[in-house]
């Protein structure tokens, strides 16, 4: 599987791997590769030949189904607003965020409907007229 390169990469990992294990010293390195200096320096001190994560770490933001049945069962109790919510049960579920309090009511009313979809069973319509009263 090839790797996937960023636009501004100028190494490959196999060009990062002769560069760790080259002997010549990192200016000659440079000018062969057509690198910066500090770039080969940085590849030789690397453990790893691939690149680093670069961006934002990513929380979790997934609460598992109980910490869902609490949140609903709350909300369906006090009536409260999301942001008073939020601040009650923020030292009962930690990773608990805002969006997340935000998208859990939703996903029950979609479990629910779906559920009473399947779960039901359609009668015929009864037309009721004002003679048959």
Not at 80 to 101: E, F, H, M
Request: aromatic share 4%; glycine share 4%.
């Amino acid at each position: 599987m090839a790797s996937v390169l960023h636009g501004s990469a100028r190494t490959t990992p196999r060009i990062r791997a002769e560069l760790k294990a080259a002997q010549a010293p990192a200016r000659l390195l440079a000018s062969q590769y057509g690198l910066n200096v500090k770039t080969v320096l940085k590849w030789r001190n690397r453990a790893e030949t691939t690149d680093a994560r670069m961006g934002p770490e990513s929380k979790s933001t997934i609460l598992t189904p109980a910490e869902e049945a609490i949140i609903v069962e709350f909300r369906r109790r006090t009536l409260l607003p999301l942001d008073d919510v939020l601040g009650c049960l923020k030292d009962t579920i930690p990773n608990l965020s805002r969006s997340a309090l935000h998208r859990v009511p939703k996903a029950w009313r979609q479990w629910q409907s779906s559920r009473r979809t399947i779960c039901t069973i359609r009668l015929p319509a009864l037309r009721w007229t004002l003679d048959s009263m």
